[in-house]
Structure formats: C-alpha cells, structure tokens
C-alpha cells in the first residue's frame, strides 16, 4: 500500500434474484458502492485501537469481553507471518452508487406461495 496508494473499496448487499414469466431472463436485485481513493497508514495507537474496536464490534457484537487499546495494538503481532497490525484510512477521491430493486413478490424463491415455510 505504501507504493501504490491509490485504491477502490466496495460495499454491497445482494436482495435476491428476479423472476420474469420469460424462461432465462432472471437478473439480481442488489445495491452498491465504490469509494476510489487514497490510502494512508495510521501511525497514532489510539485512534487505531478505535478502528479496530468499531470493527470487532460491528461484526462481533458482545463477543470480546475487553476493549481493544492501544498497547494491544502496539504489541500484537500475527501469528502466521510475526507482522504487526497494520490500519489504514481511505480518503476519497471519488463515490459511485448503483443499485437495482425489486418489489419483493418479484425474487425468487423456493417456498411455494400461500403456504409456511
């Protein structure tokens, strides 16, 4: 990252597959977004320590009894190659957004109608 900074990150959630009474035309309903931008390293302990925990507890909510700190992340090192943690922040340069909805009754789905799954 230090030699190429300039980067894409992108963000989506997948709603489900269309169905169309014409057979093979089914398409996906989804939404997105693409952050083109630069990265840089995050040299200060606290505010890395903070990334980390927003992440941890976004991902596992209630799952890590302690609170990530700063020594933890000055002192850990992975266990597979010894690096120590890494946090970057992206600035944006650029966003773009796209999406394709559907109503619901229009994804698919395996469950016949009108009776309980």
């Excluded at 931008?37 to 209630?62: I, N």
């Excluded at 992975?78 to 773009?96: I, K």
């Amino acid at each position: 990252l230090a030699g190429e900074p300039a980067v894409s990150f992108t963000v989506f959630a997948e709603h489900g597959t269309t169905t169309d009474p014409m057979p093979c035309h089914a398409d996906t309903s989804y939404s997105s977004v693409m952050i083109f931008g630069q990265v840089s390293p995050v040299s200060d302990l606290t505010e890395s320590a903070e990334a980390l925990q927003g992440l941890v507890s976004k991902l596992l909510p209630g799952f890590y009894r302690s609170r990530i700190t700063d020594r933890l992340v000055d002192n850990y090192r992975s266990g597979m190659d010894d690096n120590p943690v890494a946090v970057y922040r992206l600035t944006p340069d650029r966003l773009t957004a796209k999406q394709n909805l559907a109503d619901p009754g229009e994804l698919f789905t395996t469950e016949k109608k009108g009776s309980t799954p």
